[in-house]
Every structure is written in structure tokens, then in C-alpha cells.
């Protein structure tokens, strides 16, 4: 699993994942695990987070139905939907709440297009030594680094699917001192990263020509 350490995992997600596993038998499959926050201020940093999330468990949800409910209330929503809709737009979400989870033949629902090329979502999918491809070192310290996993997966001609029923929720913490050198560009970190994910890109074209997904 390409995953944050910053997320909880769903309580099924172990046995979800393992259940689905045929359908990334093949070494460019790659299974989307929906992800989600918690949307209430209550804690502003690891300590009063971690107490809170002690004495009141359901504060991140757990369970599908803790999830919805969550929803429901307007106290959960799609990880940073509303400061990054495109990050996790192509995985349809909504969908996937209301429990569209699979194709006609059964499979889980298959992803045909990417609506927006800044897609990062975490993903499930196989280590095969060699082909399997590593992040790329030069994206380090804050920024673009999720992003240029994914598109290299999609120059690779992986296929994308979505998990039903397991997901994670991302656990609510102070932003770090590298994410606030990244949102000011202090050292300017930020232009310099994205300077390098549009040459990293160009070098994508050049070796694979074309992603195997088209944009929506």
C-alpha cells in the first residue's frame, strides 16, 4: 500500500484488501483506497488530536456506517476536497458512497479516464523488483512527490481500479515546518518542485509518449 503515514485505515481495510487482491495480480494493476478527513476543528495538534481521538473513537471513523454518518453531518469529507478538489476527483467519491463499487462482470469499479493530470490518490499494488517503479528522489521535502508517482504509473500503462468498502481517513495534525516553507516558498521549494514535476513529465513523453489513461 502507497499510503501517508498520517491516515487511518478503515477497520476492514486488511481483510478488504486481501479479499480483492486477484484484481492486481498483474504488475501494472494498481487498486485506489478511497480517502477521507475529518472536517471539525477540534484538535490543533498531535497531543489534544490523539487524547481526542482516545475519548472519543468514532471522532475518525472507522466503519462504513461511521463514515457515512460522517458524511451525512457534514463533519467528514473527501480529503481536501475543498483546497485540492483534483487530487482525488478521478476516484468519483460520491460514487463510491453510495456503495457503486463494481462493474457488470463483478470486478471492482474500473477507472477509464483521469479528469485532472494533479491526481494523487493512494493506492494498492504489487512490488515486483524491477519493473515496479520507486519514487523519485529528486522531489524531496515537501511537494509533488505523490503526483509524480502516480503519473509515472500512468506512463507505465497501469490500470486503475477502486477499492470497495475498505478506505482511510486522515488523522488531523499541526502542518509541518516543510509545508510552510512549501505554501510561503521559502527557499522557493515550491517553484523549484514544480519547475522539475514539468521536466520530469517532458521525460515521461519522451521514453512512453503517451499515459494509458486519456483525460476525461
Known amino acids: 500500500i502507497v499510503l501517508d503515514l498520517d491516515f487511518i485505515p478503515s477497520e476492514t481495510l486488511r481483510n478488504t484488501a486481501h479479499q480483492y487482491l486477484e484484481y492486481v495480480s498483474d ?12 472536517n471539525q476543528k477540534k484538535c490543533n495538534s498531535k497531543e489534544k488530536c ?5 475519548d472519543k473513537p468514532d471522532f475518525i471513523p472507522r466503519t462504513l456506517i461511521e463514515l457515512t454518518t460522517c458524511i451525512k453531518d457534514k463533519n467528514c469529507s473527501v480529503f481536501q476536497e475543498s483546497i485540492n478538489p483534483a487530487g482525488h476527483s478521478t476516484t468519483n467519491s460520491n460514487k463510491w458512497l453510495q456503495e457503486e463499487w463494481f462493474n457488470s462482470d463483478g470486478s471492482p469499479r474500473s477507472i ?3 479528469s485532472s493530470s494533479r491526481y494523487e490518490p493512494y493506492v494498492l499494488l504489487r512490488w515486483c523488483d524491477g519493473s515496479t517503479p520507486l519514487y523519485d528522489e529528486r522531489f524531496h521535502g515537501y511537494g509533488k512527490n505523490k503526483i ?5 504509473l500512468l506512463y507505465l500503462k ?4 477502486v477499492l470497495p468498502a475498505g478506505f482511510i481517513v486522515h488523522f ?16 522557493r521549494i515550491h517553484e523549484d518542485n514544480d519547475r522539475l514535476y514539468n521536466k520530469f513529465l517532458a521525460q515521461l513523453k519522451q521514453r512512453f509518449k503517451k499515459p494509458g489513461l486519456p483525460h476525461c
Open 27 to 38: 504488475e501494472r494493476d494498481a487498486m485506489v483506497i478511497p480517502a477521507f478527513e475529518q
Open 158 to 161: 497501469y490500470s486503475f481500479s
Open 112 to 114: 477509464g479516464c483521469i
Open 50 to 54: 490523539s487524547l481526542l481521538l482516545r
Open 172 to 187: 488531523p495534525h499541526e502542518e509541518s515546518n516543510i509545508k510552510r516553507t512549501w505554501i510561503n516558498n521559502e527557499k
Open 148 to 152: 509524480e508517482y502516480i503519473a509515472h
